[in-house]
């Protein structure tokens, strides 16, 4: 299993879809909520995503609530 961050927003029911999924997988993530640390929008926006949630699991980068990606990566 590969080092998990989720971007996320405040208000964000992909956001909370995606979490409560890695929950329930058991997988251990780390969150960075972009509302309260402004400075990471940069660092999302290089990765190429403008919106939440990007999920970064080592190589892999992705935005939204992706199932079958959220699969691969626990």
Do not use: H, R, W
């Not at 909520?33 to 892999?60: C, H, R, T």
Request: glycine share 6%; proline share 4%.
């Amino acid at each position: 299993m590969s080092n998990i961050t989720i971007f996320s927003k405040n208000n964000c029911m992909q956001c909370k879809m995606t979490k409560k999924f890695l929950e329930k997988e058991g997988a251990e993530f780390v969150e960075i909520n972009i509302d309260d640390q402004p400075e990471q929008v940069e660092y999302v926006k290089s990765l190429g995503f403008a919106a939440a949630p990007v999920i970064q699991a080592g190589d892999m980068v992705f935005s939204g609530f992706q199932p079958a990606k959220l699969k691969e990566i626990v």
